[in-house]
């Protein structure tokens, strides 16, 4: 199975700076199958980002994905205070899927 | 409003049996593929098992294969998840979600609020 490493575990930056989160996988993510999630505490996984790229429905433009292969990034263009939160990254293109550990992004 | 509600999860001892559903509204939920996906306490998440929208396909991570059985009836607009032999570990929080489509594997969106499922002896 593809495991997904995501780093850094917590990143601590302030509203308005710029987010990079990194999701690395252990083998080549085929036709660039990957998705992006963000949860908050006590609420369920929301979709941000599928097929590396394409912004889910209602989701800001602040908020891009992009990568190739093996590694992958979303980015936080400009954080706003409901942003801070875990985000996941996961793969459907090989089976299983698999999710990422998560990165936990904290006001700083 | 498309939305998922969970339901079934409780307290069992090790070894026991839960049932979960999911309620699904706002869709037509035989035109899509369905997936249970759990996040043990603080944990991450962890993909358990898949149903194609015709029941015709189905899979189940490693780790619950031969104790859990995935179902569906889309008459009554609901998904299922029969639990057997239950485990200490299998205690997470059970979420449905739904996939892009009606087969294949794709990204999951929307997800239900999640049912707690805590397995102790």
């Known amino acids: 199975e593809i495991v997904l490493t995501q780093s850094p575990a917590t990143l601590s930056l302030s509203p308005g700076e710029r987010a990079t989160l990194s999701c690395g996988a252990s083998q080549r993510v085929s036709s660039r199958y990957l998705a992006w999630y963000q949860q908050k505490p006590g609420l369920a996984p929301r979709l941000l980002i599928y097929?590396?790229?394409s912004r889910a429905t209602g989701i800001p433009d602040r908020f891009s994905g992009s990568g190739s292969g093996t590694d992958f990034t979303l980015t936080i263009s400009r954080l706003e205070p409901e942003d801070f939160a875990v985000y996941y990254c996961q793969q459907y293109g090989s089976s299983p899927i698999t999710f990422g550990q998560g990165t936990r992004l904290e006001i700083k | 409003e498309v939305q998922l509600v969970e339901s079934g999860g409780g307290l069992v001892q090790t070894g026991g049996s839960l049932r979960l559903s999911c309620a699904a509204s706002?869709?037509?939920?035989?035109?899509?593929?369905m997936n249970w996906v759990r996040q043990a306490p603080g944990k991450g998440l962890e993909w358990v098992s898949y149903i194609s929208s015709s029941s015709t396909t189905i899979y189940y991570a490693d780790s619950v294969k031969g104790r859990f059985t995935i179902s569906r009836d889309n008459a009554k607009n609901s998904l299922y998840l029969q639990m057997n032999s239950l485990r200490d570990e299998d205690t997470a929080v059970y979420y449905c979600?739904?996939?892009?489509?009606?087969?294949?594997?794709?990204?999951?969106?929307?997800w239900g609020q999640g049912t707690l499922v805590t397995v102790s002896s």
């Open positions: 097929d590396t790229s």
């Open positions: 706002g869709f037509t939920l035989s035109s899509y593929a």
């Open positions: 979600a739904r996939d892009r489509g009606s087969s294949g594997w794709y990204w999951f969106d929307p």
